[in-house]
């Protein structure tokens, strides 16, 4: 559609939002790793249940 109404500036979009969108998942996948690994080791406390 930015090439049919001569809009070329928008072509920079799409070609930075793939690096953005692939940094952002594997800031995601770096941070589950991070939690389940700790987990795994025993450093994060198991959840205590709710009072009543």
Do not use: C, N, Q, S
């Not at 109404?5 to 995601?28: G, H, K, N, Q, S």
């Amino acid at each position: 559609m930015a090439r049919a109404m001569e809009l070329d500036f928008l072509m920079v979009v799409p070609r930075y939002f793939v690096y953005i969108a692939l940094a952002a998942w594997l800031a995601t996948f770096a941070g589950l790793g991070r939690t389940l690994w700790a987990g795994f080791r025993g450093i994060v406390p198991a959840a205590e249940p709710r009072p009543r």
